[in-house]
């Protein structure tokens, strides 16, 4: 196969959430993008890792973009519209398709591969947008402190594809253009003593990396749909993290990560609940009490009686984070063994549940749990992509540390306050036990802006950051790396690079003359983009 060459305004490797939400900021203001995707589906957290949207309590009235609402609105519009909803479903303004607890919008993600690529489909059409599909980033050519191509390999079989480009973003799950470009950058632990925050440790540990997980989707039907006895299952079966006290990874109990107590939680397969009076809202309920109704994202009680045999369960607990080591800069071979085992842990946490998990009505097993392979567009019933809840990172112009915005540190005087905003977003910091044997770290955060400075590497200087490599710290990720602050950022990213296109001006430029800055804030906020939190409300933490 020979190989090929393109040229484009913009390049967006990655086409997650926040890879899209470049691509359409960009192509919007007039850029032609080439948007690139390794995976059968484009969606990243949302889609082909299965991971329900994360997102705070406020996000039906403000504090996410507007092409961001715009895809909210989009997946319950197709619901209503295609779903045999009852009337009462029909009627919810806040239809939460599968009534989960975790988010307001539990939903299955081929709905949302759906919505996205309406979302694309006129600039694609237009030829303003090229999806280069199932391909990967391999090396990268610079000059200077410039990138100047990507090379992308398939992973498939068919031909590499070279891209050159003004403006390339990295916009993939695990900053993997960043050690291609020589773009420096960090990972894991930053040491106190370099960020001083007072939940780093006195060393910087940068193979310290928070969990990996691998999700999947189960209903619960008759019949007997217990899976093969998965490789390594009595490895998994007995392991026992020191964070679990001597409780084992696969069972209902895990540390609860705000007081680390150890709490027990329940499982009741379609418990015959009234999904209508779901109120999915952690600041008030963290809502995994029962974990069958956790990450539900499909109620079959919002649907006409009949149409549904089952709801359908995400699973993405404690019991499959895999935390024995990390993915970041080891050789591929390595990563990919260590992604193969955290699959079979996942296979081995269902493998448990059909087997030998202890039932309320004090029997074991619930061997009725069937995988949905279709749900998750993959072949085995795990989630296509793994879902990595930390990235390298770039050392960036502007870094947020813990100092910004825990509600420890700061309190009523809420984050630190950017004259260089791009957007908004709120979290707690939310870190899963880590590769370096931490447990959770789980604090209140204060509402926060997203500072242009973290999308900008301090060196590289037409490579913007556009996913969760922004310059955050390991524990300022734990808040920074949701669902709606991803595609805030990598809507900022699109914008800014169309707007350097536009203009002439280059991002650091932009970010360092108020003038030139308050031109591209302007613009920002003309497209549905919110700088600054709505003052007058309360904000709980």
């Known amino acids: 196969m ?15 959430l926040g890879g899209i939400a470049a691509a359409l900021a960009a192509a919007g203001r007039g850029a032609r993008v080439v ?63 599968g009534a989960g607890w975790v988010s307001k919008l539990c939903h299955e993600p081929r709905v949302a591969v759906g919505v996205l690529e309406e979302m694309l489909a006129p600039y694609r059409s237009a030829g303003r947008i090229r999806l280069l599909e199932r391909v990967r980033p391999t090396s990268a050519t610079t000059d200077g402190d410039r ?18 480009a003004a403006y390339t973003i990295d916009a993939t799950e695990t900053g993997e253009l960043l050690p291609l470009t020589g773009t420096e950058y960090v990972t894991g632990f930053e040491a106190a003593s370099e960020t001083g925050e007072p939940s780093a440790p006195d060393v910087a540990q940068p193979d310290n990396v928070q969990a990996l997980s691998v999700c999947f989707a189960v209903e619960h039907v008759d019949g007997d749909h217990t899976i093969d006895r998965p490789e390594r299952y009595d490895f998994w079966r007995s392991y026992a993290p020191a964070a679990w006290r001597g409780e084992r990874l696969l069972s209902w109990t895990a540390p609860n990560p705000r007081t680390l107590a150890l709490d027990e939680r329940s499982f009741t397969p379609n418990p015959g609940d009234d999904p209508l009076r779901v109120d999915a809202d952690q600041s008030r309920n963290a809502g995994d009490g ?16 009949g149409f549904r045999d089952s709801d359908l369960c995400l699973v993405n607990w404690p019991s499959i984070d895999y935390f024995l080591d990390h993915v970041l800069d080891v050789p591929r071979d390595v990563a990919q063994a260590r992604i193969a085992d955290a699959r079979r842990l996942s296979l081995s946490m269902l493998y448990w549940m059909q087997t030998e998990a202890p039932r309320a009505d004090g029997g074991t097993g619930f061997p009725g749990l069937r995988l949905r392979p279709d749900v998750m567009g993959s072949a085995d019933g795990l989630a296509q992509a793994v879902y990595h809840r930390e990235s390298r990172r770039i050392r960036a112009v502007t870094t947020v540390t813990e100092n910004d915005v825990s509600h420890a540190v700061r309190g009523e005087r809420g984050a630190t306050r950017y004259d260089d905003s791009v957007g908004v977003g709120m979290y707690r910091i939310d870190l899963h036990p880590s590769t370096g044997g931490d447990t959770y770290i789980d604090v209140p955060s204060t509402p926060f802006e997203i500072p242009l400075g973290a ?32 595609w805030n950022v990598g809507e900022a990213a699109g914008h800014l690079a169309a707007h350097c296109l536009a203009t002439g001006h280059v991002p650091h430029e932009v970010q360092e003359k108020p003038e030139l800055l308050a031109d591209y804030q302007r ?10 939190w709505p003052e007058g409300e309360v904000y709980p933490y």
Do not use: M
């Open 290 to 305: 029962n974990l069958w109704l956790f990450r539900r994202i499909a109620a079959r009680d919002l649907l006409e009686p």
């Open 147 to 164: 990138v100047t191509s990507v090379t992308l390999g398939s992973v498939v079989g068919g031909p590499d594809v070279t891209v050159s």
């Open 2 to 16: 020979t190989q090929q060459d393109l040229q484009t305004d913009v390049l967006v490797v990655g086409a997650g």
């Open 35 to 97: 948007l690139t995707e390794e995976h059968p589906w484009i969606g990243g957290q949302l889609t082909s890792q299965a991971v329900p949207p994360d997102e705070h309590p406020w996000v039906e009235r403000f504090g996410v973009t507007a092409r961001y609402r715009a895809l909210r609105d989009g997946i319950r519009d197709v619901y209503r519209r295609r779903y045999p909803l009852t009337g009462a479903a029909r009627a919810w303004p806040a239809l939460n398709p």
């Open 523 to 532: 613009e920002l906020t003309a497209t549905g983009i919110e700088l600054r």
């Open 455 to 486: 999308l900008l590497p301090r060196r590289t200087t037409n490579l913007l950051a556009g996913n969760k490599n922004i310059g955050t710290t390991h524990i300022t990720n734990g808040c920074y790396r949701l669902h709606p602050v991803e």
